[in-house]
């Protein structure tokens, strides 16, 4: 199977810092990556869909501002949560997609993040 | 908007008895995809279902998609402690973006 690398696996903060997370596809070229986040004993829910070299589009109630995305190449995207505010507190999950049209979507280990 | 209801949210049974795992939905899917998930990883794909009325195995696992399309079951006989895990069913749409269900949070007491 493909691998996807996303780090950091776990990360604490305090409340008004940024928090940056990378998702690494690295054995293939990811031409779409998806940010899920996942609260305790919930199902993922999509927060925005990037392309690579272009701008992310945001599923309805996300801040792109306060969200931002970046997937500068096809093995690399990061989500970065400015300004980070213990209800972003949350499990982020990457994943990339390869091939042209059909989903085949992989999906990193997660991101467990704690603002306190 | 498409929606994937699955159910039931929360099961908790003893070793060696079956289940089924449900999502169904009003609307059409190319592909309707099963992961189990663990605390603290990413879902891990179990199998995806293709063709209506398509039935596939793994091991103990049974998985249907349904024949027009809109709903998948996962049965699972004798189970283990080992499946304890959320179970998650995801359909594919006509934009190749993933609809997921609500996930069931599996326990299976020994």
């Known amino acids: 199977g493909a691998v996807v690398s996303q780090h950091p696996s776990w990360v604490i903060c305090k409340s008004g810092t940024s928090v940056k997370i990378e998702c690494r596809s690295l054995d293939f070229q990811a031409t779409t990556m998806f940010w899920y986040r996942q609260f305790p004993k919930q199902s993922l829910m999509l927060m925005a869909t990037s392309n690579e070299g272009s701008k992310a589009t945001y599923e309805q109630g996300v801040e792109k501002d306060k969200f931002l995305i970046n997937h500068a190449s096809l093995t690399l995207s990061t989500l970065t949560v400015t300004s980070a505010h213990p209800e972003d507190s949350s499990f982020y999950i990457c994943?990339?997609?390869?091939?042209?049209?059909?989903?085949?979507?992989?999906f990193g280990a997660g991101t467990r993040l704690s603002v306190l | 908007t498409q929606l994937l209801e699955q159910s039931p949210q929360f099961l908790s049974i003893q070793e060696g008895e079956n289940l089924t795992v449900y999502c169904n939905s009003s609307?059409?899917?190319?592909?309707l995809q099963w992961y189990r998930q663990e605390p603290g990883e990413g879902p891990v794909l179990l199998v995806t279902?293709?063709?209506g009325g398509e039935v596939k195995k793994l091991k103990r696992l049974t998985f249907q998609f349904g024949d027009a399309r809109k709903d998948s079951s996962l049965h699972i006989t004798a189970a283990q402690p080992g499946d304890t895990g959320l179970y998650l069913c995801a359909g594919e749409d006509s934009n190749y973006q993933l609809i997921w269900g609500a996930g069931t949070k599996l326990i299976i007491k020994p």
């Open positions: 279902v293709v063709t």
């Open positions: 994943s990339p997609t390869r091939g042209e049209g059909k989903n085949i979507q992989y």
């Open positions: 609307s059409v899917f190319s592909s």
